[in-house]
């Protein structure tokens, strides 16, 4: 009997804490924070980063723990940016300034990520004062995060600094200033990737100032066959204005979701601007803005045109 009611009891207090026992909460994980907004304050995201580098960040992050020099610190926020962390990265370039004030890589950096977040005069201020730290001081081949497929640097500290200060400027649409910066840029290097790079936008900044002239003449050193290592996107578009291909050659190129696409494409939009066909360069544009390489130049650009033109 004694046992019977022992088991009677241990049974009805097994039924009672499952009655009281709180229920489980799902799990649910938090939103990611958006890496950057557009002009028109829509989110965007970070892609997912691959496991090689995830690999390349640590490494760098332990490089710069244990020898906290510039350049560490420099590929530590590189490889942070190329996460889509642009916040963060951004944090540690301005430590770099206030740790390291006189050098212009910190200033370079920094604008290029304020231009991914659309804080054009964050950019430029950035920009200009980059340009006073490299006044007198000997340019050098700058290298790259994320190397080309014969993994040869194709630009300059000096060529960098005022391709992104002319890049800024022309976000905002200030063109003159635009138009002095780039052509700054193109004087930095006779690398024909940075030639046909600085003269895309040479162009097209002459085009929008309705300086047809002067943007012809821009095109003096495009050649229908140039050594060009990176930079063929800019080529392509260097060719159609110049007339040595038509358009069909660049709109048969395809619609990867690239930032490559995206500068050919805005090439082609803008040549319909100047035709006076702004129906279909609308089109391109917002074929651009309805890709995933919301930090390419061709899409932030693209965005701002679509502002001004609706």
Same mark, same amino acid.
């Given at each position: ?6 088991? &009677? ?10 009655? *009281? ?11 990611? #924070?958006?890496?950057? =907004?557009?002009? $028109?304050? #829509? ?6 980063? $691959? ?24 590929? =530590?926020?590189? /490889?942070?940016?190329?996460?889509? @962390?642009? %916040? ?10 206030? #740790? ?5 890589? /910190?200033? @370079?950096? @920094? ?13 430029? *201020? ?17 290298? +790259? ?28 649409? +200030? ?31 002459? @085009? ?11 095109? +003096? ?15 392509? *578009? ?13 709109? !048969?190129?395809? !619609? ?5 696409? %995206? ?13 006076? +066909?702004?129906? #279909?360069?609308?089109?391109? /544009?917002?074929?651009?803005? $309805?890709? $995933? ?15 001004? &033109?609706?």
């Amino acid at each position: 009997m004694n046992k019977l009611i022992l088991l &009677l009891c241990l049974s009805l207090n097994f039924m009672a804490c499952q009655e *009281t026992a709180p229920p489980k909460k799902e799990q649910i994980s938090p939103s990611p #924070k958006p890496a950057a =907004y557009s002009l $028109s304050g #829509k989110p965007f995201y970070a892609a997912k980063s $691959s496991e090689k580098l995830l690999t390349k960040f640590e490494n760098h992050k332990n490089n710069y723990e244990g020898h906290p020099t510039a350049d560490n610190l420099i590929w =530590y926020a590189r /490889f942070m940016a190329y996460q889509g @962390r642009y %916040d963060e990265a951004i944090e540690l370039y301005t430590k770099g300034i206030q #740790k390291f004030p006189k050098d212009a890589r /910190f200033y @370079r950096h @920094r604008g290029h990520r304020y231009i991914s977040i659309r804080k054009f005069d964050l950019a430029i *201020t950035d920009y200009l004062k980059a340009t006073e730290l490299i006044q007198g001081q000997p340019n050098a081949v700058e290298p +790259d995060g994320m190397p080309n497929a014969q993994n040869i640097p194709v630009s300059t500290l000096h060529g960098n600094i005022y391709y992104h200060l002319g890049l800024a400027y022309y976000l905002k649409h +200030d063109f003159p200033n635009a138009l002095a910066a780039y052509e700054k840029c193109l004087a930095t290097s006779s690398n024909p990737d940075n030639v046909v790079s600085a003269t895309h936008w040479l162009y097209m900044i002459n @085009r929008r100032m309705n300086q047809t002239d002067a943007a012809d003449k821009v095109l +003096d050193n495009i050649q229908l066959e140039m050594p060009i290592i990176e930079n063929q996107a800019y080529h392509q *578009t260097n060719l159609l204005y110049k007339g040595l291909i038509d358009l069909t050659t660049l709109l !048969d190129n395809g !619609d990867g979701d690239t930032p490559s696409n %995206d500068a050919i494409d805005y090439g082609i939009g803008n040549w319909y601007l100047y035709n006076k +066909d702004t129906v #279909k360069a609308k089109a391109h /544009f917002e074929k651009i803005v $309805s890709r $995933s390489s919301w930090s390419s130049f061709g899409y932030i650009a693209a965005e701002k045109d679509l502002m001004v &033109l609706k």
